[in-house]
Each structure stands twice: as C-alpha cells, then as structure tokens.
C-alpha cells in the first residue's frame, strides 16, 4: 500500500485554513477505513477523524465543527479541510488507511501543521 500526499501542511495563523490531502494505491480503497490522525510534541499520537467505508464520519470533539473529513472513492483519496485552526491544532498530522477484511492498518508520511501568529 502506498499513500501519495499532497503537501498541504505549513505554517498558518490562527483563524486560518488547510487543506490535507493523500491518495491510497495497492489496496482496495473502498474496502479502507480511512483517518486523520496526529500527534503533538510530547503527546501521543490521538485520533482527528475518520471515515467510513460507507462514507459515515467521526470527529475528535476538539475538532468538531471546524475540520470536515471526506474521502473520495473514484480518486483512491482521503481529504481533511481544517477551518479555524487554533494553536492547539500545531502537530504532524498522520493519514490512516484501515482494511476491513485483512484489519491491517497503514500510515502515511506524517505533515507538519503549525498555527501561530
């Protein structure tokens, strides 16, 4: 399984928007579970969002109502729009492909998001 990501990270003030996003080849993408996941200097790798092979979404409650998770199943791709980003949002974000028949889970190349003014 190979993920192909887009650079989409950087450095952004506060109140502004990025937008991740990563395509999958060598599996069956549909049969994917696919997330955003993404850890902070000193913290644990924690869960941003997910979605479903049938296209039902998840969301850390930090992230509730400003980042919107889709997946786009013609293109093989997993998108992650982040609106009114805060400093606490400041991690590498990491794509996550999950397979529902083998259960093997995969990483991609982890982004850097930094917010600050």
């Known amino acids: 399984l190979r993920f192909s990501c887009r650079p989409g990270g950087g450095l952004v003030q506060p109140g502004g928007s990025l937008r991740l996003s990563c395509a999958v080849s060598?599996?069956?993408?549909?049969?994917?579970?696919m997330g955003w996941y993404r850890q902070a200097p000193g913290k644990q790798r924690e869960l941003v969002a997910t979605?479903?092979?049938?296209?039902?979404?998840d969301y850390a409650d930090s992230v509730k109502g400003r980042f919107t998770i889709s997946r786009d199943n013609a293109n093989n791709a997993v998108n992650l729009q982040m609106d009114s980003l805060k400093p606490e949002d400041t991690a590498v974000y990491y794509c996550n492909a999950y397979h529902l028949v083998t259960h093997t889970q995969n990483w991609g190349k982890g982004t850097q998001v930094t917010v600050s003014s």
């Open positions: 060598g599996t069956f993408f549909v049969l994917n579970n």
């Open positions: 979605v479903s092979t049938r296209g039902a979404t």
